[in-house]
C-alpha cells in the first residue's frame, strides 16, 4: 500500500510539472493549477492528492480561506464552539491555551496530505471520529466532488482586499527574510496582488468561488466578512454555532458562553499566550506570525491614495453583478 501511495503522488508531481509556472513571491517556483496559483515548494503535488483521495462525512466540518484573511482566528473559533462541551472556553486550561489553532485544525495541503511531512501516505482519515473539523486554502472549484456533493458544511472567510494585500505583504517578508531575500516593497506587493498572483491568487475569484457557493447551497457554505465579524462578534459566532449544528441555548447565552469564546478566541487573548509568542507550528514558522495586530483599515497606513482607489476600482469590476461588495 505504501509503494502505491508513493506512485499516486508521483503520478500527481508528473502533472503538476507540466502546469504553468512562475518564480513567485518568495523566489519559489508558484504554479497554476484551475485558475489558481500554488506554491509548488512548499504544497508539491498535495492539492491534487487532496481533490482526488479526500472522502468527506456529511458531518465534516471545513473551514476555507485564502491566505491572510483571518483563518488563524476562525479555526480557533471553529474548534473552540464545536468542542465547548468537553473544553468549556472558561476553562484553565483549554486546548487553545496550550496549542496553536493551527496545531488543532490541520490544514489539507499543508499537513495532512502534504508528502513533505507524511511520508508519501495517503492520510487514513476514517480513523478519525465524527465530526471531523479540517482546513483548506484551496479554492471552492478545487474542492474534493466528495465535499461539494456531500452534505459537509464549509465555514468560509474573507476580508477587504486592501487590509488583505497589507497583511500579506507583512507575511511574505517574514519568510523573505528567513530565506535572506531583501524585503518586497509595497508596490511590488499591490503589483502581484492586482494581478492575481498572490497566493492563491486571484483573491477575488477566490472569494467569489465560495460567494456562489454560499448562495447556491446556503446550508453548507456560510461566508463570513472578517471586518463584519469584528464589528459585531456575538452575532456572527452565534449564526457560526447555528450554521455547524450545535446552536447556543438560552442557558448558554445566559451563562455568557458566547462572551467567553469571543474572548478565548481574541487577538488581544491569543497573540499574549506563550504558545504563540515563542512557539511555532511548521518549521521555520513562528506561531508570532500569525498575529499582527487584527484591525481593519490598517493598509491606509501603508497604501498610497492612488494604489487604495486602483484596487477599489479592480474590486468594484472583478464583484460586479455578483452581489458581493467588499
Ligand atoms: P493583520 O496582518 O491585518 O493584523 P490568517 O490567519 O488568515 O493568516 O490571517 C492573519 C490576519 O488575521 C492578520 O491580520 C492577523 O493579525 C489577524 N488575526 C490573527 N488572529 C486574530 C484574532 N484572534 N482575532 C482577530 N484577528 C486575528
Redesign the pocket.
Do not use: A, M, P
Given at each position: 500500500e505504501e509503494e502505491e501511495d508513493e506512485k499516486i503522488y508521483k503520478r500527481y508531481e508528473e502533472i503538476v510539472a507540466k502546469l504553468p509556472t512562475t518564480e513567485g513571491w518568495s523566489g519559489h517556483l508558484i504554479y497554476q493549477y484551475q485558475g489558481f496559483w500554488y506554491n509548488s515548494e512548499v504544497l508539491g503535488a498535495a492539492p491534487l492528492v487532496v481533490q482526488r483521495h479526500f472522502k468527506a462525512r456529511p458531518s465534516d466540518i471545513l473551514v476555507a480561506?485564502?491566505?491572510?484573511?483571518?483563518?488563524?482566528?476562525?479555526?480557533?473559533l471553529t474548534f473552540a464552539v464545536m468542542n465547548r462541551k468537553s473544553h468549556p472556553p472558561s476553562a484553565q486550561h483549554h486546548p487553545l491555551h496550550i496549542f496553536n489553532s493551527h496545531d488543532l485544525v490541520p490544514f489539507w495541503e499543508f499537513n495532512l496530505y502534504n508528502n513533505k511531512n507524511n511520508g508519501n501516505r495517503i492520510p487514513n482519515l476514517d480513523i478519525l471520529p465524527s465530526p471531523r473539523l479540517f482546513s483548506t486554502h484551496m479554492p471552492y472549484t478545487s474542492l474534493p466532488e466528495s465535499v461539494t456533493l456531500s452534505d459537509s458544511r464549509i465555514l468560509y472567510?474573507c476580508?477587504n482586499p486592501k487590509?488583505?494585500l497589507?497583511?500579506?505583504w507583512?507575511?511574505v517578508n517574514k519568510f523573505r527574510s528567513i530565506l535572506s531575500l531583501e524585503p518586497m516593497k509595497v508596490q511590488e506587493a499591490f503589483e502581484w496582488f492586482s494581478k492575481g498572483m498572490s497566493p492563491m491568487g486571484p483573491f477575488w475569484d477566490h472569494v467569489l468561488g465560495y460567494w456562489k457557493g454560499s448562495s447556491e447551497r446556503p446550508q453548507n457554505v456560510l461566508f463570513l466578512n472578517?471586518d463584519e465579524m469584528?464589528a459585531e462578534p456575538a452575532l456572527h459566532l452565534k449564526k457560526m454555532a447555528e450554521f455547524m449544528g450545535c446552536p447556543f441555548s438560552s442557558m448558554e447565552e445566559e451563562e455568557e458562553v458566547v462572551d467567553q469564546v469571543i474572548k478565548l478566541?481574541?487577538?488581544?487573548?491569543?497573540?499574549n499566550l506563550a504558545v504563540n509568542k515563542n512557539g511555532t507550528t511548521y518549521p521555520g514558522v513562528s506561531n508570532s506570525s500569525?498575529?499582527?495586530?487584527?484591525?481593519v483599515g490598517?493598509s491606509a497606513n501603508y497604501l498610497t491614495p492612488e494604489m487604495m482607489e486602483q484596487l477599489d476600482r479592480l474590486t468594484e469590476q472583478k464583484l460586479h453583478g455578483s452581489g458581493l461588495t467588499l
Open positions: 480561506s485564502t491566505h491572510k484573511c483571518g483563518t488563524t482566528w476562525l479555526k480557533s472567510i476580508r487590509d488583505n497589507v497583511s500579506w507583512h507575511y472578517y469584528l478566541c481574541s487577538f488581544e487573548n491569543l497573540s500569525y498575529f499582527r495586530q487584527g484591525k490598517d
